[in-house]
């Protein structure tokens, strides 16, 4: 009889188990997971296109323009001039080569005055005499600034202009700096080198 009961127990027991699992796998509700949202992207609307804002807008210059019949802005165009027309003679005059027998030397004898040309010539003699045709050896200047000398102010109505050139030579591999005074003076309607004078200075 306790056999009987025992088996019979084991029975429901092993009956409510099965159940219980049963149950488990079935019924029990899953854990809920909160859901992600995407995250929303803010999208710039475009633009539609507009002719009159894509193209720069053009801005008048303000302020008075110079007179060019009023005697200031003839002034700063006549120190303009003899500015530019120093510092190009300048890099011109010192500027040769004994490849070609300084013919370059020759050359500027026509921005020179009749008394420059003589010198110039001079000077040539002397360069075919330190350096012979072919040896190449040369020099370069190059102008960097200038400014007009002030007892030749005012320019206005001048014949006669001295400039300083301030320059770099260059000979072979090694560089110096010069102080050029050139002098010009005005016949007709050019301007000739009357004199030039070089001089090195420290920089």
Known sequence: MNKRLLAIALIILGIIGIIAVI??????????????????????????????????????????PPNPD??????????EKVR???????????????DDGFEAIRDVQAIATPTFQQRLETLREEML???AIGSHWSQEVRAVTNAI??????????????INVQAQ??????????NIQVTLVAQGDNW???DAVFTTFER
């Open 149 to 162: 000398e002030p007892s030749s102010l005012p320019m206005l109505g001048k014949s006669k202009a001295v």
């Open 23 to 64: 149950w488990f796998f079935l019924f029990r509700s899953p854990a809920t997971t909160p859901v992600q949202q995407p995250t929303q992207n803010t999208v710039t609307p475009s633009q539609p296109f507009n002719p009159s804002t894509s193209v720069p807008v053009f801005v008048a210059p303000t302020g008075t």
């Open 129 to 131: 005499k330190t350096h």
């Open 84 to 98: 530019r027309i120093a510092s190009s003679y300048a890099s011109r005059l010192g500027t040769f080569s004994a």
């Open 192 to 194: 000739l080198v009357d």
């Open 169 to 178: 030579r260059t000979i072979g591999a090694t560089q110096d700096y010069l």
């Open 70 to 79: 009023s005697a200031e802005e003839k002034e700063r165009q006549a120190q």
